[in-house]
């Protein structure tokens, strides 16, 4: 245990040499502020990093994780990321990625305790009873899974619109759009799940605040 933790001391050290090697510059630049372009709402998942997937460097991709990279309107650190991306740094673009394979998703199909994190699933189970009929037509399993990961995915873009934070920065004139991705394990590949938004017009009239 202690060997690995040393370990991660070295891998920093070796990092930041890499690093001024490149750009003597490096971190004096990140020093001065950041100014990202896009908002990353991702799962907590070791295995999908948001800088890497798309390629991007420190100071381009603010992010906020959690479990099964989830939007709940009564969530204040999501909503404390959202509002400090969209109002200070004036962000751009908004992307929820799900990635196949998620466990969180998994264990909101199924019904044993896995302990505190039930409340968390419940949201997710809220969603499967609203699909419920698409996912149960599908027979087999491993394919329901990937609908279901997809779905819970399109739901948090529509979440995010409804909040009265992105609804805001509409109101304001503001450019911002808000998009679902699914992210391959096995593959390394983004599936762009073709739900963009990018005005409260797109949603029931029921959500449109009027600001």
């Not at 990202?36 to 991702?42: N, Q, R, V």
């Not at 990625?97 to 019904?111: D, I």
């Not at 599908?138 to 990961?149: Q, S």
Request: charged fraction near 20%.
């Amino acid at each position: 245990m202690r060997e690995f933790y040393k370990q991660l001391l070295e891998n920093n050290k070796k990092w930041v040499e890499t690093s001024l090697a490149k750009d003597p510059n490096y971190f004096a630049d990140l020093a001065k502020g950041q100014q990202p372009p896009l908002l990353w709402i991702g799962c907590s998942d070791s295995r999908v990093p948001a800088n890497e997937i798309v390629g991007a460097k420190p100071g381009e991709v603010f992010v906020h994780r959690n479990i099964a990279n989830m939007v709940v309107h009564s969530d204040m650190n999501m909503l404390s990321v959202l509002d400090y991306a969209v109002n200070v740094l004036k962000i751009k673009h908004i992307i929820v990625c799900g990635h196949y394979g998620c466990g969180g998703v998994k264990a909101a199909m199924g019904n044993q305790s896995v302990g505190i994190i039930d409340n968390w699933l419940r949201h997710i189970k809220d969603e499967y009873r609203l699909h419920d009929k698409y996912l149960n037509s599908i027979e087999d399993e491993d394919e329901r899974f990937n609908a279901f990961v997809e779905i819970n995915a399109k739901e948090q873009v529509y979440n995010l619109a409804k909040t009265s934070i992105v609804q805001g920065a509409w109101k304001n004139g503001q450019d911002l759009m808000v998009h679902g991705w699914v992210y391959g394990l096995n593959s390394g590949f983004v599936t762009d799940l073709n739900v963009t938004i990018s005005s409260n017009e797109e949603l029931d009239q029921v959500y449109q605040l009027d600001l």
